[in-house]
């Protein structure tokens, strides 16, 4: 998308619906969206759509301030153009993006800055609705196409369409255009933000898996955003899955966390298990999954497959194996490859893994998920309340993420008070040791579930739209 660079008094004007001329010496050939760059920040603030170029004189010029919000009698130019701008939107946060040398008027903005621009005005209350094609420009789904060959021993070579292929195997690899590189740079500024943890804060949650606990990282804008665009991406790859259960169904994006795995951490290994979802009913659909935002793969182990052999929902859901069976499930698992800014998708009852593997860089990742179901119920009955007071949102096993581990408690009290350094004092509680031989020691720790920002009196975030809770919550599809 092109951008064009205005100073900040004729922006806010352009922004505030005051002005609908753009004045400048030339014609502009160019009609559709444009970004508008406020002069000398290299900032995205908003956008509008350029419908018409006219050539005036400086009589025409002078009888209509009104459009152009100038007192001048005269342009300044030997031939005034006006630039018309029709249905300008302010974003709710400027956004960078790279300024290449030169620029004076016009700029090219990459189209990873496009896509939260347009994703911000999607969910924007104050913007008004915005037609799905217009987010589709940038956050479209992508043709269903065949997928690479899996490492999986016995694959054959099979190229299947990404539902064809999680249909038959559990899990599928998604494309999309996400610039991963933009998307960890805002995740460290949300990060850096966080109203619960001090301006020194270095670590945000105590263990090695990394996903995040705190309200704040379910509803800061970055996370929001990246939501919307999933749905987009995600909902008509799945929408097919509808007709083949005898009746109508309700789709619903469920609320899940982001995770900053740091360097020098690994993910305590579990056994296999499935992330059953524990409030869903027998005939939900319940889909699992993640957006890779390192710039080199990660990676998911998994017996492909093993979401067609089990019924019922029991939440988090450890298998017992013997180890003669254990060995045989290492020999057949397939490590999926998700190459960067690729979204996996899979099956919530698909048997796999977590291994413990040591991070050389940090890890990043937005945690996704989906239930289609035959019940217009949401999965989280009270989700709208979660929403308006930006709380904790609980997992589709139905357990609250936590701050820290119960053995943290058990064992590692003194590791657990340093953590609590790093978080604000209105998020700590008083726990008083209740066996052993430090029976009645007292301890001030981070809440293991916290609260919302609300019940923390914290600034919250921009509310939630209609339009935006519309994606968290049942719809016919």
């Known amino acids: 998308m092109k951008g064009i660079i205005i100073k900040k008094t004729p922006l806010d004007l352009i922004l505030g619906g005051n002005k609908t001329w753009e004045i400048r010496g030339s014609p502009a050939t160019h009609r559709g969206f ?5 002069s000398g920040r290299q900032k995205v603030v908003g956008f509008a759509k350029l419908v018409d170029c006219i ?33 300008p939107v302010r974003l709710q946060r400027a956004l960078p993006y790279q300024h290449k040398q030169g620029c004076v008027i016009w700029v090219n903005i990459d189209d990873s800055v496009v896509a939260y621009a347009m994703l911000q005005a999607y969910v924007d209350s104050k913007a008004g609705p915005r037609p799905p094609e217009e987010v589709a420009v940038v956050a479209r789904a992508p043709e269903p196409r065949p997928l690479p060959p899996q490492p999986r021993p016995g694959n054959g070579g099979d190229h299947l369409t990404v539902l064809e292929h999680l249909e038959k195997h559990g899990y599928a690899v998604v494309p999309t ?50 939501r919307v665009w999933a ?8 929408a097919p899955l509808a007709g083949t259960r005898g009746g109508p169904m309700y789709f619903e994006q469920v609320v899940d966390r982001m995770m900053v795995r740091q360097k020098g951490e690994s ?58 069976l254990k060995a045989q499930m290492r020999r057949d698992r397939t490590k999926v490859e998700i190459p960067p800014g690729h979204i996996l998708v899979f099956y919530e009852k698909i048997l796999h893994e977590i291994e413990a593997t040591k991070r050389r860089t940090d890890m990043y990742r937005q945690f996704l998920g989906w239930r289609m179901s035959p019940t217009g119920e949401p999965l989280v009955a009270n ?9 904790v949102v609980p997992l589709k096993s139905g357990q609250m993420p936590p701050m820290y581990a ?41 809440d293991m579930v916290m609260g919302s920002l609300e019940s923390y009196q914290f600034r919250k975030y921009e509310a939630y739209s209609e339009r935006e809770i519309a994606l968290l919550l049942p719809d016919v599809i």
Do not use: M
């Open 383 to 391: 989700l709208r309340e979660l929403l308006a007071t930006q709380a």
């Open 231 to 238: 749905h987009a991406i995600i909902r008509p790859l799945l």
């Open 177 to 226: 255009d996400l610039d991963v590189a933009q998307a960890r740079a805002y995740f460290d500024a949300e990060i850096a933000n966080f109203p619960e943890f001090n301006a020194d804060a270095s670590k945000y949650v105590l263990g090695g898996f990394g996903a995040l606990g705190n309200p704040a990282s379910f509803h800061n804008p970055t996370v929001r955003l990246l």
């Open 267 to 324: 993910a305590s290994a579990e056994a296999w298990h499935r992330d059953e979802a524990k409030l869903a009913g027998a005939d939900d659909l319940v889909f699992g999954g993640w957006w890779n935002l390192d710039s080199t793969a990660q990676y998911f182990s998994c017996i492909a497959g093993s979401h067609k052999v089990v019924s019922g929902n029991k939440g988090f859901a450890t298998v017992k194996l013997s180890a003669e």
């Open 34 to 38: 444009v970004g508008l760059v406020e």
């Open 406 to 446: 119960k053995l943290h408690w058990t064992n590692h009290r003194d590791l657990l008070e340093r953590f609590s350094a790093n978080v604000r004092p209105e998020c700590k509680t008083v726990r008083t040791v209740g066996s052993g031989v430090c029976k009645g020691e007292r301890r001030c720790v981070v």
């Open 55 to 87: 050539k005036l004189d400086n009589e025409v010029f002078a009888s209509h301030s009104d459009r152009h919000g100038s007192p001048a009698l005269h342009s300044g130019y030997k031939t005034p153009y006006a630039w018309v701008l029709e249905s």
